[in-house]
């Protein structure tokens, strides 16, 4: 990886790509701290920092939640304007001929995407400036709308900021946003630690235990984002003239994580919502009762959570990654996979292969996402954002921006080879 680093800087075009990169995110940790106005900072930390439920949020912001900045609300309705338009995509016939009509048509569906992410952002930072109006200054309609306005603006202005870093830089920008947002606390994260521990809160053994555990979480997170099930398929020879073709065998890949984080984060947000409306209704008997019994950290909670991960998981990957249309891919192109006929055998012999790798990675990303309890319990440091999600999410972008930072340097190696 340092290797790939090393060579890309020498490349005037990857150094081009790598600066502008980072003069994008510099922009982005820039308007982390410019705070939205009519606004009292102050009491919007303290109610953020009562519960654990914004810790996650505030991790992927970079801490733009907690100072209630432009940039408050990240990338999140713009991660689940895309979630809910994948999904459409299956239900809608209209969405799902755009999908197959190439480059014109996910260009229709990038459009789409921008228009519901303005929407779910305007309702997404309305909801939270009621629920947070004792922060307010002036607090009234007008306000509100304002203040939803300005945060909106802040959503689409970094959706804009995504797609620039994907087209004029490297990798992928809307990933490479939460990166940053979230590899920007880790200084915050190490100055907490130390003070808990000049402090006598914590001893050594537990910072110990933190480190060994990260460690093992980085090797399992790398172990199965690299992880694939690898089907054999071979190609029958084809002659055409005086001319052979096919006749050679290759694989089809399953991931054992073919869903990425994506589940996580949409059994986050949907387990929010309630937690959201406790907070709003806290002096009545059913709020306390559900922070009670079924509030974060809790054990309904935590197998809640747990479970729709798992089944999101399994949902994800089957709206992603069709075995029909994988089989009849592979029936298309004269192949086959040995042993099996091509059409409706093949693709159940896809389905059951996926659904028995897919229920690996689904356990997987489900004791990641609640580990940081377990976490809690061993090493006694609290307030721990910076848990196996977060990791995950770093390692896995990680992974995919040095991917292409390694494929910009082999095909240069190959132009230079044939000139």
Same mark, same amino acid.
């Given at each position: 990886?340092?290797?790939?680093?090393?060579?890309?800087?020498?490349?005037?075009?990857?150094?081009?790509?790598?600066?502008?990169?980072?003069g994008?995110?510099? $922009?982005?940790?820039?308007?982390a701290?410019?705070?939205?106005?009519g =606004?009292?900072?102050?009491?919007?930390?303290?109610?953020?920092?009562?519960?654990?439920?914004?810790?996650?949020?505030?991790v992927?912001?970079?801490?733009?939640?907690?100072?209630?900045?432009?940039? *408050?609300?990240? &990338?999140?309705?713009?991660?689940?304007?895309?979630?809910?338009?994948?999904?459409?995509?299956?239900v809608?016939?209209?969405?799902e001929?755009?999908?197959?009509?190439?480059?014109?048509?996910?260009?229709? $569906?990038?459009?789409?995407?921008?228009?519901?992410?303005v929407?779910?952002?305007?309702?997404?930072g309305?909801?939270?400036?009621?629920?947070?109006?004792? %922060?307010?200054?002036?607090?009234?309609?007008?306000?509100?709308?304002?203040?939803?306005?300005?945060?909106?603006?802040?959503?689409?202005?970094?959706?804009?900021?995504?797609?620039?870093?994907?087209?004029?830089g490297?990798?992928n920008g809307? %990933?490479?946003?939460?990166?940053?947002?979230?590899v920007?606390?880790?200084?915050?994260?190490?100055?907490?630690v130390?003070?808990?521990?000049?402090?006598?809160?914590?001893?050594?053994l537990?910072?110990?235990?933190?480190?060994v555990i990260?460690?093992?979480?980085?090797?399992?997170?790398?172990?199965?984002?690299?992880?694939q099930?690898?089907?054999?398929?071979?190609y029958?020879?084809? =002659?055409? +003239?005086?001319?052979?073709? #096919? #006749?050679?065998?290759?694989?089809?890949?399953l991931?054992?994580?073919q869903?990425?984080?994506i589940?996580?984060?949409?059994?986050?947000?949907?387990?929010?919502?309630?937690?959201?409306?406790?907070?709003?209704?806290?002096?009545? *008997?059913?709020?306390?009762?559900?922070v009670r019994?079924?509030?974060?950290?809790?054990?309904?909670?935590?197998?809640?959570?747990?479970?729709?991960?798992?089944?999101?998981?399994?949902?994800?990957?089957? =709206?992603?990654?069709?075995?029909?249309?994988?089989?009849?891919?592979?029936?298309?192109?004269? +192949?086959?996979?040995?042993?099996?006929?091509?059409?409706?055998?093949?693709?159940?012999?896809? %389905?059951?292969?996926?659904?028995?790798?897919?229920?690996?990675?689904?356990?997987?990303?489900?004791?990641?996402? &609640?580990?940081?309890?377990?976490?809690?319990?061993?090493?006694?440091?609290?307030?721990?954002?910076?848990?196996?999600?977060?990791?995950?999410?770093?390692v896995?972008?990680?992974?995919?921006?040095?991917k292409?930072?390694?494929?910009?340097?082999?095909?240069?190696?190959?132009?230079?080879?044939?000139?």
């Amino acid at each position: 990886m340092l290797e790939s680093l090393k060579n890309a800087l020498k490349v005037s075009e990857l150094k081009a790509k790598l600066l502008y990169t980072l003069g994008m995110i510099f $922009i982005f940790r820039l308007g982390a701290h410019v705070p939205v106005p009519g =606004v009292n900072p102050d009491k919007f930390a303290e109610l953020v920092s009562s519960g654990l439920i914004f810790g996650f949020f505030d991790v992927i912001s970079g801490g733009a939640l907690k100072n209630f900045s432009v940039f *408050a609300m990240s &990338i999140t309705p713009y991660i689940n304007a895309s979630i809910i338009m994948q999904l459409l995509t299956v239900v809608i016939p209209h969405l799902e001929r755009l999908a197959k009509e190439g480059e014109e048509g996910r260009k229709k $569906i990038t459009e789409y995407t921008r228009y519901l992410t303005v929407l779910l952002a305007f309702i997404q930072g309305l909801g939270m400036v009621v629920g947070v109006k004792g %922060s307010l200054v002036q607090p009234g309609p007008l306000t509100y709308v304002m203040t939803a306005l300005t945060i909106t603006a802040g959503t689409t202005f970094l959706m804009w900021v995504g797609e620039q870093i994907t087209e004029k830089g490297i990798g992928n920008g809307i %990933s490479l946003l939460i990166f940053a947002g979230i590899v920007s606390r880790v200084p915050q994260g190490v100055a907490r630690v130390i003070e808990y521990l000049n402090a006598g809160t914590i001893n050594i053994l537990s910072i110990i235990a933190l480190v060994v555990i990260g460690a093992l979480v980085i090797a399992g997170v790398v172990a199965v984002q690299e992880g694939q099930r690898r089907i054999p398929v071979q190609y029958a020879k084809r =002659v055409v +003239g005086r001319r052979i073709y #096919g #006749g050679q065998t290759t694989h089809l890949p399953l991931r054992v994580n073919q869903a990425g984080v994506i589940p996580v984060i949409f059994a986050s947000s949907l387990l929010m919502f309630p937690e959201t409306l406790a907070r709003w209704f806290s002096n009545t *008997a059913a709020a306390n009762f559900y922070v009670r019994y079924f509030g974060w950290g809790t054990a309904a909670h935590t197998i809640f959570y747990a479970l729709l991960i798992i089944a999101f998981t399994y949902f994800y990957t089957a =709206v992603i990654m069709n075995p029909a249309d994988v089989a009849d891919n592979i029936k298309k192109y004269g +192949g086959f996979i040995p042993g099996l006929r091509p059409g409706r055998p093949t693709a159940e012999y896809i %389905s059951r292969i996926m659904s028995r790798v897919t229920l690996f990675g689904a356990i997987f990303l489900a004791l990641i996402a &609640i580990l940081p309890n377990f976490v809690l319990l061993a090493t006694r440091i609290p307030n721990i954002y910076f848990g196996g999600t977060a990791l995950l999410i770093v390692v896995g972008v990680a992974l995919d921006t040095m991917k292409q930072v390694e494929a910009h340097l082999l095909m240069r190696s190959y132009q230079g080879f044939i000139k």
